[in-house]
C-alpha cells in the first residue's frame, strides 16, 4: 500500500507569514507534487520533483518554493502567504504511471 | 493547452442503476488514463487506470478508452448511496497529469 502523510490537516496563517507544508512517503518513489485544488478551478499542478534536490515547476508556480533534501520528503513554501493563498494543497506520489495521493491540508489565511 | 473536459453535473441515478461518467481529452499523444474518486473534503482515490482501447472492469467498474474519439468512460454497475462523489477523469502526459474539472454524482436511495 503506498502511504503519504501531510504535515497538518487544517492550517489558519496570517498573511505574510512564511508556511510550510510538509508531505511525506514510506516507499522509495522518486517523483513527487504539489496540487492546489479550489472549487470551479479543479487540481493545479504547483511544483514536482524528480529526485533529491531536483525541482521544476508547474502551472501555478508563482508565490510558492518547493525543497527536496531527502527523497521521502517534499515540502512546498509558501514564502509571503496571501488570502488568495487560501486552498487545500494536495500532495501526491508517482509509482509507475499512477499517482496517488496524501490526505490534503486545508489552508486558510486571513 | 492539454485539456481534460467533464460533466460538472451533479449526475443524480437511483441506487442499483448504472452510472455513466464521461470525459474528453484534447492531446491526441496521451496515452494513459485514469480515473479518481474525491468525496467531499477529502483526497481523490485512484479507482482505474485505462492504457488501452476498449474495456477495462474491475468489481462494479468498467473503464471504457476510444482513442479516436478521445473519450474515456466510467460505468458503475449497481450504483449505491456510498458512491456518492466527485468523479475526476485524468490523462498522463509525458510525466505530468492533467485532471478534469470532476462530476458530482449523487446516487438516490
Known amino acids: 500500500d503506498v502511504k503519504v502523510t501531510q504535515s497538518s490537516r487544517y492550517l489558519v496563517k496570517r498573511t505574510g507569514e512564511k508556511v510550510f507544508l510538509e508531505c511525506v512517503q514510506d516507499?522509495?518513489?522518486?517523483?513527487m507534487f504539489w496540487y492546489r485544488q479550489d472549487p470551479g478551478l479543479g487540481l493545479r499542478l504547483i511544483y514536482f520533483?524528480?529526485?533529491?534536490?531536483?525541482?521544476e515547476k508547474g502551472d501555478i508556480p508563482e508565490g510558492y518554493s518547493v525543497s527536496r533534501e531527502k527523497k521521502e520528503r517534499f515540502s512546498l513554501i509558501l514564502e509571503s502567504a496571501s488570502t488568495n493563498q487560501t486552498s487545500m494543497y494536495l500532495c501526491?506520489?508517482?509509482?509507475?504511471?499512477?499517482?496517488?495521493f496524501g490526505p490534503g491540508t486545508r489552508l486558510t489565511v486571513t | 493547452q492539454k485539456e481534460v473536459e467533464q460533466n460538472s453535473g451533479p449526475l443524480s441515478v437511483p441506487e442499483g442503476a448504472i452510472a455513466s461518467l464521461n470525459c474528453t481529452y484534447s492531446?491526441?499523444?496521451?496515452?494513459?488514463f485514469f480515473w479518481y474518486r474525491q468525496y467531499s473534503g477529502k483526497s481523490p482515490e485512484l479507482i482505474m487506470s485505462?492504457?488501452?482501447?476498449g474495456d477495462k472492469e474491475d468489481g462494479r467498474f468498467t473503464a471504457q478508452l476510444n482513442k479516436a474519439s478521445q473519450y474515456v468512460s466510467l460505468l458503475i454497475r449497481d450504483s449505491q448511496p456510498s458512491d456518492s462523489a466527485t468523479y475526476l477523469c485524468?490523462?498522463?502526459?509525458?510525466?505530468?497529469?492533467?485532471f478534469g474539472p470532476g462530476t458530482r454524482l449523487s446516487v438516490l436511495p
Open positions: 501526491a506520489i508517482g509509482r509507475g504511471l499512477e499517482q496517488y
Open positions: 516507499m522509495d518513489h522518486e517523483n
Open positions: 520533483s524528480y529526485d533529491v534536490k531536483m525541482k
Open positions: 492531446d491526441r499523444g496521451s496515452q494513459s
Open positions: 485505462i492504457y488501452s482501447n
Open positions: 485524468a490523462s498522463l502526459w509525458g510525466q505530468n497529469f492533467v
